[in-house]
């Protein structure tokens, strides 16, 4: 059984993946951090919604234009379940695009943890 510091260690991992992964075009690894059901909302009553579905959403995605970053994560675990708030900064072409607060719920399926839902607060630019 994993420690509460584990856990939030495979957390930052886990936020890290996915930075990663959707800068560099690999949709299929991206989409694997998710749960079955994830759901991914970008606000303005955008949401994507299951796997297959995150999957084409990350494909579509520039390859080598943009950087997701993500500071300042805040993680709280309570069993098989966590919550992670962080601070989110999307630049492409050297220029940024978006600040945002972003509110994870997470879920250990399996063993490993997973997103099961990412929403988006995007600050006015």
């Keep these: 059984m994993s ?5 939030r260690e495979e957390i930052r991992d886990l936020v890290a993946r996915y930075c990663l992964y959707i800068d ?4 299929d690894r991206w989409a694997g951090l998710w749960t079955e059901d ?8 955008h949401v994507v919604s299951g796997r297959t579905a995150l999957r084409e959403h990350a494909a579509q995605m520039p390859v080598g234009q943009t950087h997701h970053l993500a500071v300042n994560l805040v993680i709280d675990v309570d ?21 945002a607060r ?9 063993g490993a943890w997973r997103l099961a839902k990412k929403s988006f607060t995007i600050d006015p630019m």
């Excluded at 560099?24 to 949709?27: E, P």
């Excluded at 069993?79 to 600040?99: H, N, P, R, Y």
């Design 24 to 27: 560099t075009g690999q949709a």
């Design 3 to 7: 420690t509460s510091s584990e856990d």
């Design 38 to 45: 994830g759901e991914f909302d970008l606000g303005g009553g």
């Design 102 to 110: 972003v509110h994870d719920e997470c879920r250990r399926v399996e």
């Design 79 to 99: 069993k098989d379940q966590a919550t992670c708030e962080e601070s989110t900064m999307l630049t492409s072409k050297g220029a940024i695009v978006m600040v």
